[in-house]
């Protein structure tokens, strides 16, 4: 009988240490794609917000931001003229479809729908009264932060890191 325990403690064991060597990797695997996760902001001389970002494995600015108060992940995208959301992801924030409209992208055109977004967060970069749209057809949780966001800031790339401060 204790022969049973001790062999059942065993294996609750393995399946301890190999849940937590999962978990680890998922977490640096995510570290990986989004190194931005808690946005580095400072402030000038002039008292600007300045957000600086850094490159992930792959050469993209991926960051968590925020859109209407909700959590979000952005990649920077200046190819891309609007924010465009996954209708997933449009869903989660219960974000409206506007008209439909054409797109083009890399893969051909497609039907997008407009949105209007309250705010659009970036550190401490907030921009209020944006449009996006959500696409039907981006599979995922990544939002692209287009250029109606980014329009709105001065951007500087250098050393493999972005410094984007909000233009007066």
Do not use: C
């Not at 997933?88 to 439909?100: D, E, F, I, S």
């Not at 054409?102 to 550190?123: D, F, H, P, R």
């Amino acid at each position: 009988m204790s022969q049973k325990i001790g062999q059942a403690m065993i294996y609750v064991a393995w399946i301890l240490f190999l849940g937590l060597l999962t978990m680890g990797f998922n977490k640096l695997l995510e570290n990986q794609n989004n190194p931005n996760q808690d946005v580095e902001v400072s402030y000038n001389d002039d008292r600007i917000a300045e957000v600086r970002l850094v490159q992930n494995r792959q050469g993209h600015y991926v960051a968590n931001g925020k859109i209407n108060g909700r959590t979000v992940t952005f990649l920077l995208d200046t190819g891309a003229t609007q924010i465009s959301i996954p209708e997933n992801v449009a869903n989660r924030l219960q974000l409206k479809k506007g008209y439909p409209s054409q797109a083009v992208t890399a893969n051909g055109t497609i039907k997008v729908y407009s949105t209007e977004l309250k705010s659009v967060s970036l550190g401490a970069i907030t921009l209020h009264n944006l449009r996006g749209h959500i696409n039907p057809h981006m599979e995922g949780d990544e939002i692209l932060l287009g250029m109606s966001f980014m329009k709105h800031l001065e951007i500087i790339q250098r050393d493999r890191q972005l410094l984007l401060r909000h233009l007066p």
